[in-house]
């Protein structure tokens, strides 16, 4: 996936995908057909960097779970002497 994708952008242009078909009073099949082609990719990427995102906010979940199951629990005495600072 580009670096450069940009997921809002891209749901920009499907929703003036729709508009466009919406304002058809008699739809140009050619010109249709494009527009379905232009719109099947941007949701083809859509769904791809959606997944990278999931997939990232997965990995800071996991690192976040590692760092605080290391932290006492609300109901366990932190001694002041054991604290680095």
Not at 40 to 56: H, P, Q, T, Y
Request: proline residues 2%; glycine residues 4%; hydrophobic residues 35%.
């Amino acid at each position: 996936m580009d670096k450069k994708f940009n997921l809002k952008d891209s749901l920009n242009k499907l929703n003036e995908i729709v508009s466009w078909f919406e304002a058809q009073e008699e739809i140009d099949v050619e010109a249709g057909l494009e527009k379905v082609k232009q719109g099947a990719g941007l949701v083809k990427d859509c769904k791809a960097r959606l997944s990278e995102i999931e997939n990232e906010f997965s990995e800071i979940q996991k690192e976040v779970e590692k760092e605080t199951k290391d932290l006492p629990d609300d109901d366990e005495e932190v001694n002041a002497d054991d604290l680095p600072f």
